[in-house]
Every structure is written in C-alpha cells, then in structure tokens.
C-alpha cells in the first residue's frame, strides 16, 4: 500500500513534446514499468494554452476535473463535477484549452494488454527522436532517416521504444463516456456514515469506477480485490491504514491488500479499480504487452 499527500508532491514541468506545453504536473503514483497493469496518476496543472491535435491510445484513462474547465474537442469541456473515461481504440480532439484548469489524470493499462509506457521510457525516447526530428502540434516530423515523415506523436514515441508498429486495439466504444459524478445520488453504505455511488462499469475487464463518502469521524475498510485499487481524494482529511491523506492525496491498494479510512472531516473519495491483467500472459497473449527496456 502506499499513500501519498498532495501537500508532500513538488510541482515540476514534464517535458512533454508530443503533445505540446502549458502543464505542470503532480506525480502522485506510478505502476510498475513493463507490466500490463502499469499506470500514472497525476494532478496536472493547465496554464489555458494546452494543444493535442484528434488522436487515440493503445491505453485506457480517466480524467476528472477540479478546476475551471479541460478542453476535449473544439465542443466539449470537462467542468468541475465531471469525470471521463478514455477508452483504448477511441479517437477524441482536438484539444484546445482556453483557460487555466487543473485535472486528476489516471492512464493505464487497457484490456488489450497493450501496457502503458513509463514517465522515464517516454522521456528517453523522446529525447532521442529529436535528434532526427521534430515535435510540432502533437506530430512528429522526421527530417532524417528512415520512417514515416509526419505521425502523431505518442505513435512515434511508442513505436521508438518498442521497435515496431502501433496496432491500436478496436474501439469498443465510439466516443469518450463523460459522467456528471456531482448528479448520482449517493446509497447507504456498508457502516454508518459511510456512502457510495457507482459512477461505471467498463469493458470485460470490469474497470470500475466508483465514489466513497465518509462523515467526519466515520471509519471504512475496502474489500480485498484481485485487482489494483487507485483512490483519489476529492475532499477532506484524515489517515488511511494510520497514514495521514489530504485533500487531493491518493492511496494504492494491490491485489488482496485493504484499505482502511478513518475520516477527520468529511471525506469524498474517487475509487478507480482495476482488475489485474496477469492472466493475459498466463494465457501466453503477449501480442501487445509493454516490455521493459
């Protein structure tokens, strides 16, 4: 289990040229790189000049808003109260932020299998592509050697890393799944003080993405899961296994681990569960998976 504090995380600007500036982000926790559960959760702060051309992932994430608004595409914005669910395969964009926005980001691992690359192998392959090109636009222009000329590009950095060609898993869904988490009404929990909401429940994995609320003082224990558990702290204070949380904190739950909350004030927590993937390359379907450089 691991729990971080918000308070405790140093801003810091990530070089991020495949998709353009204007953030800064928190990097509250982070999977284990080559693994097909691997995963970033984030805070990242947007200075309202952010731009990602239409593009899509081999890779699943959510994205919750906390402040101002977070472009989507020239006609949808996440506003505080707002959560997306970004499936593999699904095409969205362009994004144009217009103001100042901070936004929880969760990106992991799909059904696929296809895995998600690491903060640390991004940045190297990064750091060698422009050695032979450029990053414009979310696009990649390379002015040496061989390859594709023009390509988005999360495509070429992942491509780089992996040696071959990005085949993105079929979209199972058409567009992003947008949910106005504020507007489900909460349901009596299993202890007194304790309230939940079920936001979804998302592809044959089951990624489920659900909401805990605690009065000040109520105490809650999580299930144990075959799965990796992220909580976000939307609001309050308290501990988490005797461990202080606050507001915008997060807690990791692996696989068979529990959680057990003790809230100082009231408490709404962001649940994002997800079912480990092992049995994939038990199965010997290794097709996709990320391996580790």
């Given amino acids: 289990m691991r729990v971080v504090k918000f308070e405790d995380v140093e801003w810091y600007t990530h070089y991020n040229a495949h998709r353009g500036g204007g953030l800064k982000f928190k990097n ?9 559960e691997n995963f970033w959760l984030t805070v990242a702060r947007g200075d309202g000049h952010f731009f990602s051309p239409r593009h ?10 906390l402040e101002g608004r977070t472009s989507i595409d020239p006609k949808k914005y996440l506003a505080p109260g707002e959560v997306g669910y970004f499936p593999e395969g699904t095409s969205y964009g362009p994004q144009q932020d217009s103001e100042e926005n901070l936004t929880m980001v969760l990106q992991f ?7 998600y690359a690491s903060r640390a192998q991004v940045k190297r392959a990064q750091d060698e592509l422009v050695k032979v090109g450029e990053f414009k636009d979310g696009v990649f222009r390379r002015t040496e050697g061989g390859g594709r000329k023009n390509q988005d ?9 992996m040696g071959r060609k990005l085949v993105y898993p079929a979209p199972r869904f058409d567009t992003p799944v947008f949910m106005k988490h504020s507007n489900f009404e909460w349901q009596p929990g299993p202890a007194k003080g304790v309230s939940l909401k079920t936001l979804g429940v998302f592809t044959e994995r089951e990624t489920r993405l659900q909401m805990v609320k605690l009065d000040a ?16 702290v939307l609001k309050g204070n308290g501990t988490c296994a ?20 003790r809230a100082d004030t009231e408490t709404e927590l962001v649940r994002m ?9 038990a199965a010997g379907d290794t097709r996709s998976s990320l391996a580790a450089e």
């Fill in 28 to 36: 509250l926790l982070q999977g284990v790189e080559g693994a097909p």
């Fill in 56 to 65: 899509k992932h081999n890779f699943d994430q959510f994205r919750l808003c």
């Fill in 109 to 115: 691992g799909g059904v696929s299998g296809g895995g």
């Fill in 153 to 161: 590009g999360f495509e070429a950095i992942w491509e780089h890393i």
């Fill in 217 to 232: 003082g109520a105490e809650w224990t999580s299930l144990a899961e075959d799965a990796i558990t992220i909580t976000f």
């Fill in 242 to 261: 005797g461990r202080a949380y606050d507001t915008f904190g997060s807690i990791e739950t692996l696989s068979g681990e529990v959680a057990a909350f």
């Fill in 273 to 281: 569960i997800l079912p480990m993937l092992a049995m994939k390359r």
